[in-house]
């Protein structure tokens, strides 16, 4: 199994449309247990599903909260004009 093949299996599995048969899920695991860029990936997914199931806020930088603030705010402003 390729990178590619691995990724694009992921992402169909991932979006419900794919079911892996055992001889899939082995070489799916034989690929990441030699494939560092792989399992970086498949990592990053876990976390991110594990962070979204545990609905746990995440507190910004309060500079980046500043900012992304400002940036909201101005576009919903140019878009719908100021609040009264």
């Known amino acids: 199994m390729t ?8 992402n169909e599995y991932v979006d419900g449309t794919l079911d892996l048969t055992e001889a899939e899920c082995q070489q799916f695991a034989e690929h990441l247990a030699g494939c560092h860029p792989c399992q ?3 990592d990053n997914i876990r976390r991110t599903i ?3 199931k545990e609905g746990e806020p995440y507190p ?3 500079e980046f909260e500043r900012r992304l603030h400002s940036a909201l ?6 878009k719908f004009g ?3």
């Not at 990178?3 to 992921?10: G, M, P, S």
């Not at 705010?73 to 140019?78: D, H």
């Open 3 to 10: 990178c590619e093949e691995l990724l694009k299996a992921l």
């Open 82 to 84: 100021k609040a009264t």
């Open 60 to 62: 910004l930088p309060p």
């Open 50 to 52: 594990r962070l979204y």
């Open 40 to 42: 970086v990936v498949v």
């Open 73 to 78: 705010k101005r576009q919903w402003e140019e």
